[in-house]
């Protein structure tokens, strides 16, 4: 396994679920790269082909055509099911057995005797030492979460796949779970996250991956999303100046503008400066008294790209 | 532990494997003796039950069979069929429960091999069809016991473990397929009544199947209950329908026909939540 590998390759992936006459598609031709050490976003509405991917990278559902590898070995191979651990969108209960005892079970699972300092270790940073002898079924939803991703580091995997892991999660939780996650990425655990909570993409991932019903709609840093894709406010104070009338401007990173009294304010695309807005509307530095910006975020960009998408295949 | 390399490198591959084996098999045996009171002491009281109703309240109405009084004709069979039945119920019922609180995926993501894996819930099923076997032919002893004031005596003691540990592992290969391919509590239900159920009773439990219509007769012959319930009465009483070397050798055929049907359903079945 050579360091330069790529931690995730999904190459024309296309997976379908079969319902009445044929196949649902649920991810079409999909190809991305993920580098080791990466922190990744898959973001997509419902019924995007998150959980699917994931499935698919775990060995959890077949996939029809394209190939997916893990550090260089196939997907759901005996070597790749070492290397990636998985935090699953749905709760599980574990019948009879104790947080402690599945914990146990899974360490033998992939072939690990005595683990016990690794599963006090976690349980002490999933705050969940209280619980280790209480029954899995018997325990919270926020809490099962926890026991799910102390499952999903017992054997140190380099690739952790979080669906949706802060989904119906109180803030304490939250905090535990990305200061943690935060912490292994930067000892080197590729992460790679779904999740609608598109704040915590923007705060967490360096790059993302927009997805809108099995498609790529876009693949970039978070940072390059936003300025490409999402929008900027620009408020101006002025001093003894009136733009020309809105009719008369057109240019496509200039989405909306009006005064009113000595107040401007001006919608341009993410990638457009201060300066450049102001030779837009012609106005001269000095009779600016004012600036304040709001900026887009990567939620404006998802629905903006989201939009396209449906506006495309419509 | 933010260092600690994945297992993959510290671990040669048979050793991970034993070990993962290991642990899934002390899983099942735990998860059958949480619940002893439903996995091992309920299938007593039906062993009771048919011990009171026909062995001891019919006997005296029925016909002697192969030359033993019908009580002692009857307490193998009910030791076969406990065995038996509770072998299968114990992959059958632990995979589905595991799909109905969606655990089972685990055992989609672990790096453990399908033989492994489909082994280990057989050799749980075996145990625990090997413990109520021999627990409802202790039952039987005293119920005999109380009734003659003697004993039955085991003919065969190595051979009775060899045709428990056979019928364990058909039965308990056959439960992780009905596990795998069953998608509702209704299936398995489905496969309990109108399989299992029709296999013991034309299998020998209670009556020689000799005292059935011939068509009967060369149907029975196709289930693997029949030979085990024969060799398992053989090796207590030393009388069988068949002989005894058949038994045995198509018992291993059944096995190995098993062991692939339940490799395969590991491989490709169904791990879906319901």
């Known amino acids: 396994m050579s360091e330069n590998t790529s931690a995730l390759l999904i190459e024309n992936l296309c997976i379908g679920y079969p319902q009445k006459g044929g196949l649902k598609t649920a991810v079409d031709q999909l190809s991305l790269e993920i580098k080791p050490g990466e922190f990744f976003a898959l973001l997509g509405p419902n019924g995007a082909g998150k959980t699917s991917i994931i499935s698919a990278i775990t060995g959890l559902v077949n996939f029809q055509a394209g190939k997916i590898s893990v550090f260089g070995f196939p997907a759901a191979s005996r070597e790749a099911k070492f290397l990636v651990g998985l935090v699953p969108q749905e709760l599980v209960s574990h019948g009879f057995f104790s947080v402690n005892e599945i914990l146990q079970f899974t360490s033998g699972y992939y072939g690990i005797r005595n683990n016990q300092k690794q599963i006090d270790e976690l349980l002490e940073r999933l705050q969940l030492v209280a619980y280790r002898d209480k029954q899995v079924s018997h325990l919270s939803g926020g809490l099962k979460r926890r026991v799910l991703i102390a499952k999903a580091l017992l054997h140190s995997p380099r690739i952790l796949l979080l669906d949706e892991p802060s989904a119906g999660v109180d803030v304490e939780l939250r905090t535990i779970l990305w200061n943690f996650v935060r912490e292994l990425n930067s000892a080197g655990t590729t992460i790679v996250l779904t999740t609608h909570y598109l704040e915590e993409a923007q705060r967490l991932c360096r790059r993302a991956a927009i997805l809108d019903k099995g498609t790529l709609l876009a693949l970039d840093e978070t940072g390059s999303l936003i300025a490409s894709m999402a929008e900027r406010v620009v408020h101006l104070t002025l001093r003894n100046f009136r733009v020309p009338p809105t009719g008369k401007i057109h240019n496509p990173d200039l989405l909306f503008f009006s005064q009113d009294g000595d107040h401007v304010k001006v919608i341009v695309t993410g990638s457009v400066s201060i300066n450049k807005v102001l030779q837009l509307l012609h106005i001269p530095l000095e009779n600016v008294t004012d600036i304040r910006t709001e900026e887009g975020d990567l939620e404006n960009a998802f629905l903006k790209l989201l939009k396209k998408g449906i506006a495309k295949s419509a | ?274």
Not at chain 2, 190 to 202: E, R
Not at chain 2, 205 to 218: C, G, L, M, Y
Not at chain 2, 240 to 249: A, E, K, Q, R, V
């Open chain 2, 1 to 274: 532990m933010l260092n600690h390399p994945p297992a993959v490198f510290s671990n040669n591959r048979w050793q991970t494997e034993w070990i993962g084996f290991l642990t899934l098999f002390h899983k099942e045996v735990a998860r059958f003796v949480r619940v002893a009171a439903q996995t091992l002491f309920s299938p007593l009281i039906n062993a009771l039950l048919y011990l009171i109703v026909f062995g001891l309240s019919f006997s005296a109405l029925l016909k002697t069979q192969q030359g033993f009084t019908y009580l002692e004709f009857l307490i193998p069979g009910l030791a076969a069929m406990a065995a038996l039945n509770n072998s299968l119920q114990n992959s059958s019922s632990s995979v589905m429960v595991s799909k109905f609180h969606g655990d089972l995926q685990d055992i989609r993501l672990i790096p453990l091999s399908s033989t492994a894996i489909a082994a280990a819930y057989t050799l749980a099923s075996i145990f625990r069809g090997v413990i109520v076997g021999m627990l409802v032919l202790i039952l039987g002893e005293f119920v005999f016991y109380f009734k003659t004031g003697n004993s039955i005596q085991i003919l065969h003691p190595g051979e009775l473990f060899v045709f428990l540990i056979l019928g364990g592992a058909i039965f308990g290969n056959l439960g992780t397929w009905t596990g795998f391919i069953c998608k509702t509590f209704d299936q398995i239900h489905a496969v309990t009544n109108f399989v299992v159920l029709p296999l013991i009773y034309l299998g020998g439990v209670f009556f020689s199947i000799k005292i059935f219509h011939p068509v009967v007769q060369q149907i029975s012959a196709f289930n693997p209950l029949l030979y085990l319930i024969n060799g398992i009465r053989w090796s207590i009483l030393g009388v069988s329908d068949i002989p005894i070397g058949f038994c045995l050798s198509l018992s291993l055929v059944f096995v190995a026909i098993s062991c692939v049907i339940a490799w395969y359903s590991v491989r490709f079945g169904s791990y879906q939540r319901f």
